[in-house]
């Protein structure tokens, strides 16, 4: 493997380590919504209150290591995507503000208009990111220097919606299990009935895009054809994967559903990967102009540097997020210190 | 106003908002250690108790600083692409090491400092403040690493993209070549190459030697000088708050407590900082003349250079508008900046010839004709002012830097005296009472010289991004428009207000209630949950 690649899949396992963990903290928000009662919303809240912050960690990483690695994808993303981006960036700072004052107050008003913000702004924030995964993959108009001169209005394309709203219903099925697992008593219960709809609703969004994606992304025809027998089989191991989930909370291994959902997420991931490499973003209808992972990328000396830099860090911070998810584990019990 | 002007406006006012919470998170987190050092070797309830309370305290300030600085690092690339592609070989770097190596453990055990009082022992409890200051400082290390490379950049070289042939033909990456095979190349350019407006795109800093990319003229110096900035910020931010439970006669055991750390931390960090400031000082007079002749509203080149005091710096224009020159009056001490700048305080009269560069000579002629290829001495001198820092702007912040910088280190010495001499608990008297209350001014003061020193640092650094290598303005995204940037600065305004009058209402709240004592007093188990309250009382 050369180094262009491996940080194809390290800039990768940065972007999936922040889909999988925020994305069970970005799919709280709108569930929080859903029940009624403080205490309950106290206690999901609470079920991300120690480790959000440390999630969100991992999407600022990511965008550093894809500045750092392709310097070039990065400024053409980030610029053609401007309002795109600063739409998510205002909802990641009132989320975040939402979780940190809502407990300040005891009020009623005060608490629901938090609670409005934390689900508008996390279910914004997911919308987004589908969307913006959702042009990388139907191409967007590239210039010869990488520029995108679109617009807001150009991103908000069907296929990119559909994307976004797949990974609204991703993470709102992968929310739902985590705090299953965090949770006991009625409120679980009421939790354990949600997932017989989040999870489906989960499973035809990922269908739909598939059968979308071969059918409407003609620019993707030669690679999916060449690459068939491993998209095929991710497709199938993904959706597997999924329908275990009930079977799983049938059977009360809390664990093993939410387990499932983080590898659901890992499998998306690694079908757009798949679909993608060696493209980091594809031009239409300019194909020649698409950025990869060479004409994208910093040099090799840059990128060998970054490599030893990430071999130290990266087991380090698994070593110790690892050992924060473990002091915390349990379900939730609300103290002073909590939300 | 211009993509150029507005996106500045953005940076200024995204980095500005955020950079009031990291000092202080910086500071309070030694506190914080020291707090809980104390608790675990002495066992004693008031460390613990005192602990928690700045712990609350420093939890609020973080979730800000960290809401407020995830824009920092997308924004290089919505406003900024042509800067990103141009530096990313070597500047995106620092960013993702932050990421990897701070952020990571500062949020990551920011869990167990805030959440995990009942679930680890205070001993773990104890490592997890320290690893969290650690992160706050490698935070501050790896900003300041990439801040400082745009200040001085260094272990780089420029290279440009080439069509190259089979036969060794070189042809720029526009050329078409028709049918004859290519490969695209990056060819390296001499090392007094002057970017033009017309090489963006093809033309980058391709890094040598991350050594001395990370280690640069300036980085040490400015990591020197902010970080202990961020150290006088946090300990009066404590010596404040204590002060005033002193002036309330609130809380007076704890009150006692943490103005000595704060004092104590306060006096230290005051201390180095004159240090660490002359050497930046006289970095910037090595690396970055032309900043520091705007700095002092230095005209002239010569020996015998003044420092200035307080007074005014003003443009003088021509018939057209243009600048041509500048206007200073100012109280001025003869001879002081050139025996700053040598650093020979041993011999002051040898010392006062020390020549200082002045603006009329700067940037070099060298840099200008580089840039302006086949332009005649005339229109060097005419072209000479539009690469000046905005000397005006700059002589006020850096001299208000300098005057809150004096007026700090007074107080925290004064301080240490009274406390000395036992004056200082003497709260009934008026004058007691009176530095107490200009105690409590110290953090804005401290918090404003940061800022002043900040816009000095990066304002001086125009009209250049990267110190004589890229102009700002050729560095703006360019598909990104006006009324784009203008609309995103109105919505951080607006989140910036919400946020920042949330947290001020929020910050006093907390004060008010100050540390809870561990023994008696409300309960500090389990609230009932039937207390819609949550954190009303007992916190």
């Known amino acids: 493997m050369d180094l262009n690649t491996i940080w194809f899949v390290l800039v990768g396992v940065l972007l999936t380590g922040y889909a999988v963990l925020d994305g069970f903290d970005l799919g709280t928000g709108p569930l929080l919504w859903c029940v009624p009662d403080d205490r309950d919303r106290r206690i999901l809240l609470n079920a991300i209150g120690p480790i959000w912050n440390g999630n969100e960690v991992w999407l600022v990483t990511g965008g550093g290591a894809l500045f750092a690695a392709f310097p070039n994808v990065y400024a053409s993303v980030f610029s053609g995507f401007y309002d795109a981006f600063m739409l998510l960036l205002f909802a990641l700072i009132f989320r975040a503000a939402a979780i940190e004052f809502r407990s300040q107050r005891p009020g009623r008003r005060w608490r629901r208009f938090w609670d409005a913000a934390f689900a508008v702004s996390s279910v914004t924030s997911a919308l987004l990111i589908g969307v913006a995964v959702g042009n990388l993959v139907w191409g967007i108009s590239l210039d010869a220097t990488g520029n995108f001169d679109g617009g807001l209005i150009a991103l908000l394309h069907p296929y990119a919606l559909l994307v976004g709203l797949t990974t609204v219903a991703l993470m709102v099925m992968h929310g739902n299990l985590y705090l299953i697992l965090k949770t006991e008593g009625e409120l679980q219960e009421r939790l354990r009935e949600w997932a017989q709809r989040t999870v489906p609703a989960y499973l035809a969004c990922f269908l739909v895009l598939n059968v979308t994606t071969v059918l409407t992304c003609l620019h993707l025809r030669e690679v999916l054809v060449q690459r068939m027998p491993y998209l095929s089989l991710l497709m199938a191991a993904s959706i597997l994967i999924t329908l275990g989930i009930p079977r799983a909370l049938r059977r009360g291994r809390e664990g093993s559903a939410f387990l499932a959902s983080c590898l659901s997420i890992v499998s998306l991931m690694?079908?757009?990967?798949?679909?993608?490499?060696?493209?980091?973003?594809?031009?239409?209808?300019?194909?020649?102009?698409?950025?990869?992972?060479?004409?994208?990328?910093?040099?090799?000396?840059?990128?060998?540097?970054?490599?030893y830099v990430a071999l130290v860090g990266v087991p380090i911070v698994l070593a110790y997020t690892a050992s924060i998810y473990y002091v915390f584990r349990g379900k939730v019990v609300l103290t002073e210190e909590s939300y | 106003m211009n993509v150029e002007t507005l996106s500045r406006i953005q940076f200024a006012l995204t980095i500005s908002f955020h950079f009031v919470f990291p000092p202080m998170t910086i500071g309070l987190g030694l506190v914080l250690v020291v707090l809980q050092t104390l608790r675990v070797r002495t066992g004693n309830p008031l460390y613990l108790d005192l602990a928690r309370f700045w712990t609350r305290v420093f939890g609020l300030i973080f979730a800000i600083g960290v809401a407020t600085g995830i824009p920092m690092e997308f924004q290089f690339g919505t406003n900024w692409a042509s800067y990103a592609r141009f530096v990313g070989d070597i500047f995106g770097s620092p960013l993702a090491i932050e990421g990897l190596y701070a952020f990571f453990m500062e949020s990551g055990f920011l869990a167990l400092l805030l959440f995990g009082w009942d679930r680890i022992g205070p001993r773990m409890h104890l490592f997890s403040t320290c690893m969290v200051a650690l992160g706050a400082h490698f935070s501050a290390i790896w900003i300041l690493v990439a801040n400082s490379w745009m200040q001085?950049?260094?272990?780089y070289h420029l290279a440009r993209m080439m069509k190259v042939t089979a036969d060794g033909g070189q042809f720029p990456v526009a050329t078409d070549l028709g049918a004859v095979p290519f490969e695209l190349r990056e060819i390296r350019l001499p090392p007094d190459y002057v970017v033009q407006p017309e090489d963006l795109g093809h033309v980058r800093a391709v890094v040598d030697n991350f050594r001395e990319a990370i280690l640069n003229p300036s980085t040490l110096d400015r990591l020197a000088h902010t970080v202990i900035g961020c150290w006088i910020t946090g300990a009066f931010v404590v010596v404040a708050i204590s002060a005033w439970w002193c002036l309330r006669g609130r809380h007076p055991e704890h009150a006692r407590i943490s103005l000595k750390i704060g004092v104590v931390l306060a006096t230290v960090a005051c201390v180095l900082q004159w240090i660490a400031a002359d050497s930046t000082a006289r970095g910037v007079a090595r690396n970055q003349p032309t900043?520091?002749?705007a700095m002092e509203g230095l005209a002239t080149t010569g020996p015998d250079a003044s420092l200035g005091l307080v007074g005014w710096v003003s443009w003088r224009r021509d018939a057209s508008g243009e600048i041509t020159g500048i206007e200073e009056r100012s109280l001025r001490i003869p001879g002081m900046l050139s025996v700053l700048v040598s650093g020979d305080f041993l011999h002051p009269l040898r010392a006062r010839d020390t020549v200082v560069t002045g603006l009329q000579d700067l940037p070099?002629?060298?840099?200008?004709?580089?840039?302006?290829?086949?332009?005649?001495?005339?229109?060097?001198?005419?072209?000479?002012?539009?690469?000046?820092?905005?000397?005006?702007?700059?002589?006020?912040?850096?001299?208000?830097?300098?005057?809150?910088?004096?007026?700090?280190?007074?107080?925290?010495?004064?301080?240490?005296?009274?406390?000395r001499t036992g004056r200082l608990w003497a709260v009934e008297r008026p004058e007691v009472r009176w530095f107490l209350i200009s105690l409590l001014a110290a953090p804005l003061m401290a918090q404003l010289a940061l800022q002043a020193g900040w816009f000095t640092a990066e304002m001086g650094r125009q009209p250049w991004v990267v110190y004589e290598v890229l102009k700002t303005g050729d560095a703006v995204s360019p598909v990104v428009r006006a009324p784009q940037v203008l609309t995103s600065i109105l919505l951080f305004l607006a989140i910036y207000a919400v946020l920042s009058i949330l947290f001020v209402t929020l910050l006093l709240k907390k004060i008010r209630e100050g540390p809870v004592p561990s023994g008696g007093g409300p309960p500090t188990g389990p609230l009932p949950l039937s207390h819609r309250s949550g954190r009303q009382t007992g916190i």
């Open chain 2, 291 to 293: 900043k520091l002749a």
């Open chain 2, 152 to 155: 001085t950049p260094a272990g």
């Open chain 1, 270 to 307: 690694l079908l757009f990967g798949a679909t993608m490499y060696p493209n980091l973003v594809i031009s239409r209808p300019d194909a020649a102009n698409s950025l990869n992972i060479h004409n994208g990328a910093a040099t090799a000396k840059s990128l060998n540097f970054m490599f």
């Open chain 2, 364 to 419: 070099s002629d060298a840099l200008l004709r580089a840039r302006h290829p086949g332009a005649s001495d005339a229109e060097i001198a005419r072209l000479r002012p539009r690469y000046w820092p905005n000397a005006p702007v700059l002589f006020q912040t850096y001299h208000l830097m300098i005057a809150l910088g004096s007026v700090l280190t007074g107080q925290a010495l004064l301080a240490c005296l009274w406390w």
